[in-house]
């Protein structure tokens, strides 16, 4: 008789992207509709992996096989699994990149994020460095947490920002305790409070493009361009397996080598983007009615009272090079 063998495998780590384009019902976070039963039904029909591409980079695959560990896609992110019996260094780092692969993603999107232009530089041996300006780097080492003890939500974005005069349209930033966003360029931009930084996600934001050490003429913020990190590179997200400073965002026991005993799940959030819907006669185009401040755009329900915009119909107002903000036009 052929003897068989069999291997238990458990999680690492999740990672979830989640996006609120698609998940929020109106103007109310999808994180706070009130039915816990509907916010698992949504869950399970949100499939990100049409509008975004994760993967691990060549040395994190091999790493992860070499382990006997597996890397799968999942509609509200990833997941690595490994066996229960392997063990790991306290300071293994796993890198995966992000890439936009439907350009409906920067239609809903508050990009927060300025332009990502590659940029190549000679280095002193004459071979050309390359970098990406204002790629995310999402880390479980420089993330934040809502909530309190072991129940927190892990998020791998930093803390939101407080503003600065070069913040541009669209920026999160934090005022007190007050999560607000730019509804235009600043300085002297007009600003949307969207609820108390405790209540809410913590959002993608311009502070997770990290200061850039590079030559003379080189990007502020963002990366260095390897051959690991293909030029497509929207995020790159870098999980440390043992985080000495908040044991809640580590994967592996510091003590043991092995997996969590609970495995953490990591979430990533992306803000939908948020218009002025200002309506128009559709024979003369004559401005009808403007709506007060900016709403968001959502797929569920809607933030306003009249009819919703189409989410790519956005046009930026100028004043001079600033933008002042965004409009959605809508015909009736």
Do not use: C
Not at 54 to 71: K, R
């Amino acid at each position: 008789m052929a003897e068989r063998t069999s291997t238990l495998y458990q999680r690492l780590f999740t990672v979830r992207l989640l996006h609120h384009y698609w998940l929020d019902e109106g103007a109310t976070v999808f994180d706070a509709i009130p039915e816990a039963a509907a916010r698992d039904a949504r869950l399970l029909r949100y499939d990100i992996r049409p509008v975004l591409r994760v993967a691990p980079t060549p040395a994190t695959a091999e790493l992860i096989a070499g382990f006997g560990g597996v890397f799968r896609t999942l509609g509200i992110g990833f997941v690595v699994g490994v066996p229960t019996s392997a063990r790991f260094p306290a300071d293994m780092r796993l890198t995966f990149t992000v890439a936009v692969t439907d350009s409906r993603f920067f239609d809903v999107t508050a990009l927060t994020l300025r332009p990502q232009p590659v940029v190549e530089l000679p280095g002193p041996d004459g071979t050309m460095r390359r970098f990406k300006e204002n790629v995310s780097n999402l880390s479980n080492l420089t993330g934040t947490t809502r909530g309190s003890g072991t129940g927190a939500s892990l998020y791998l974005s930093r803390a939101i920002p407080a503003a600065t005069t070069d913040d541009r349209v669209e920026a999160l930033v934090a005022s007190g305790g007050t999560l607000l966003q730019l509804a235009g360029d600043n300085p002297g931009a007009e600003t949307m409070q969207i609820g108390t930084l405790a209540s809410l996600p913590a959002f993608l934001s311009q502070a997770d493009a990290p200061p850039l050490a590079g030559p003379a003429g080189a990007p502020a913020r963002g990366v260095e361009l390897t051959p690991d990190l293909p030029d497509d590179s929207f995020a790159v997200i870098s999980l440390t397996a043992v985080n000495s400073a908040d044991p809640r965002f580590s994967f592996v026991t510091a003590a043991t080598g092995a997996p969590a005993a609970v495995p953490p799940v990591y979430d990533i959030r992306f803000r939908n983007r948020a218009t002025r819907r200002v309506y128009r006669d559709r024979r003369s185009g004559t401005v009808l009615s403007s709506a007060p401040q900016p709403l968001p755009l959502t797929v569920f329900g809607n933030a306003g009272t009249t009819q919703k915009p189409e989410p790519g119909l956005l046009k930026a107002e100028l004043s001079g090079t600033r933008i002042t903000r965004l409009v959605s036009e809508i015909y009736i």
